[in-house]
């Protein structure tokens, strides 16, 4: 009883999320207009001074399928501000479900909507020929759904401890470009100095660039499955703490 109850509460905050987001169509055509930017005029500019092993565009497209990730997994959490702004949140935490339950929620909800944006511009890189396979659509899939989880689940951690969107919004551009430009998307992470190099293998979004690189154009440090491992490690102590942030949400 108690587990049909919870599946059927995660469903309904899953569904509310995801109706916010097929409403706000503007959100979604923005996120992915700065993608392809970088990707044309920063691709176009460095491609004919990089040397990367690679085709240049070919090398940096796994970095803004995971950008696509890093903005729209952390802008998510400014639902949480906006909703105890409104006063919705205290609807939904005084509802008979645990607050785990709505965590668990918000995180598939903002998920689903994070790897749709990330499908969309997969699609779009297929057309543009990048050299994907069948299986490496698959395994790109399977990477993006796991990054996913674990920045919407530390974007809603950040939420959890705002009160305003002002300060949010502060928090979350202080992460989003520094997960983003220490991730390697621009350049191989071999022959670094040794404080980038640190501040790099501290990074998760690192792990899945790299890990989608192995598959897309077979150039990587580490195998798919090790940095699959590493970005799950990432899912399960954000959950973690997402958890217990929710459950001291206070009404």
Same mark, same amino acid.
């Given at each position: ?11 309904? $905050? ?58 729209s997994g952390l802008f998510n959490g400014a639902y949480i501000v906006w909703d105890r702004? $409104? ?61 996913? $989880? ?6 809603? $951690? ?76 990432f899912d399960v102590l954000t959950v973690a703490v997402g958890t217990w942030a929710f ?5």
């Amino acid at each position: 009883m108690n587990l049909t109850k919870n599946l059927k509460g995660i469903y309904a $905050i899953w569904y509310r999320e995801f109706k916010v987001f097929t409403r706000e169509k503007t959100r979604v055509i923005s996120s992915l207009i700065m993608p392809f930017l970088w990707y044309f005029i920063f691709g176009g500019g460095m491609s004919s001074v990089a040397s990367v092993g690679a085709d240049y565009h070919h090398f940096i497209f796994p970095g803004f399928l995971v950008m696509l990730i890093i903005f729209s997994g952390l802008f998510n959490g400014a639902y949480i501000v906006w909703d105890r702004k $409104i006063d919705f949140l205290k609807e939904v935490l005084i509802a008979p479900l645990s607050r785990t339950v709505i965590f668990f929620g918000k995180v598939l909800g903002c998920m689903t909507d994070a790897l749709l944006q990330a499908l969309i511009l997969l699609v779009a890189g297929i057309v543009i020929r990048i050299p994907f396979t069948p299986i490496s659509v698959i395994l790109t899939i399977i990477m993006l759904f796991f990054l996913a $989880i674990g920045l919407v689940s530390l974007g809603l $951690i950040i939420g959890s401890f705002m009160e305003n969107p002002e300060s949010y919004a502060l928090i979350s551009s202080t992460l989003v470009y520094p997960l983003f430009l220490l991730s390697g998307a621009f350049y191989p992470l071999t022959g670094l100095p040794l404080w980038l190099k640190i501040l790099t293998m501290l990074n998760p979004a690192a792990y899945a660039v790299d890990g989608l690189r192995a598959i897309i154009i077979g150039l990587s440090q580490m195998p798919y499955v090790a940095n699959l491992g590493v970005i799950v490690g990432f899912d399960v102590l954000t959950v973690a703490v997402g958890t217990w942030a929710f459950n001291r949400v206070k009404l």
